[in-house]
Nanobody, 123 residues
Framework: QVRLVESGGGLVQTGGSLRLSCEFS????????MGWFRQAPEKERELVAS????????AYADSVKGRFAISRDNAKNMVYLQMNTLKPEDTAVYYC????????????????WGQGTQVTVSS
């Protein structure tokens, strides 16, 4: 059935890099804004980066600007998050999100979540 599956998480040292991938499996004709969120223990889930269907709107959290980059390949139903210069405070479970949108914005309809992938940055 339709689902989001994240991959690419793991353990990395401070200053290292990781590339997260998210696949939207199953057939769909809906247009989605795609995003990455993260949640650390005892903290609220926060937006890391998001990108509209046609890539005309892109948003980043202030804490990751200049270090992370989001991209997507609509033909493959894939979204990526390149994470560079990682810091211990980036440690969290990262979740892929798909948000239905009809105006090339960052979401106006239903939303789907992946199961999450753990990213741990050691000191």
């Amino acid at each position: 059935q339709v689902r989001l599956v994240e991959s690419g998480g793991g353990l990395v040292q401070t200053g290292g890099s990781l590339r997260l991938s998210c696949e939207f499996s199953g057939r769909t004709f809906e247009r989605y804004a795609m995003g990455w969120f993260r949640q650390a223990p005892e903290k609220e889930r926060e937006l890391v980066a998001s990108i509209s269907w046609r890539r005309s709107v892109i948003a980043y959290a202030d804490s990751v600007k200049g270090r992370f980059a989001i991209s997507r390949d609509n033909a493959k139903n894939m979204v990526y998050l390149q994470m560079n210069t990682l810091k211990p405070e980036d440690t969290a479970v990262y979740y892929c999100n798909a948000h239905a949108d009809s105006v090339d914005g960052l979401g106006t309809g239903s939303s789907l979540w992946g199961q999450g992938t753990q990213v741990t940055v050691s000191s």
